[in-house]
Nanobody, 119 residues
Framework: QVQLVESGGGLVQAGGSLRLSCAAS????????MGWFRQAPGKEREFVAA????????AHADSVKGRFTISRDNAKNTVYLQMNSLKPEDTAVYYC????????????WGQGTQVTVSA
């Protein structure tokens, strides 16, 4: 059974930082890319960042470049999203995802973690 478990969300003031974690288990994702997507109320889910387990290639959405950084710890099967200089418009539920293609959503999703940025 595949499991992606997110943690690290919360409430933070604008300009602050949070680090999200996604722990993967249940199958081998070595050939996959792990991604973060987010969905704000009334909006469609959108791509945030992704990284390949093998090689570490990354991709970041233009809206978060220079502020968010995705990384991985292969030994822990965990992917991180370091979010700095947070803005109120970053408020959303953040979802972890596993996909064969970097930057595109695959079929495996976590349950989501809420990030709220106050002005």
């Amino acid at each position: 059974q595949v499991q992606l478990v997110e943690s690290g969300g919360g409430l933070v003031q604008a300009g602050g930082s949070l680090r999200l974690s996604c722990a993967a288990s249940g199958r081998t994702f070595s050939s996959y890319a792990m991604g973060w997507f987010r969905q704000a109320p009334g909006k469609e889910r959108e791509f945030v960042a992704a990284i390949r387990w093998s090689g570490g290639s990354t991709a970041h959405a233009d809206s978060v470049k220079g502020r968010f950084t995705i990384s991985r710890d292969n030994a822990k099967n965990t992917v991180y999203l370091q979010m700095n200089s947070l803005k109120p418009e970053d408020t959303a539920v953040y979802y972890c995802n596993a996909s064969p293609t970097l930057g595109y959503a695959g079929i495996y999703w976590g349950q989501g973690t809420q990030v709220t940025v106050s002005a």
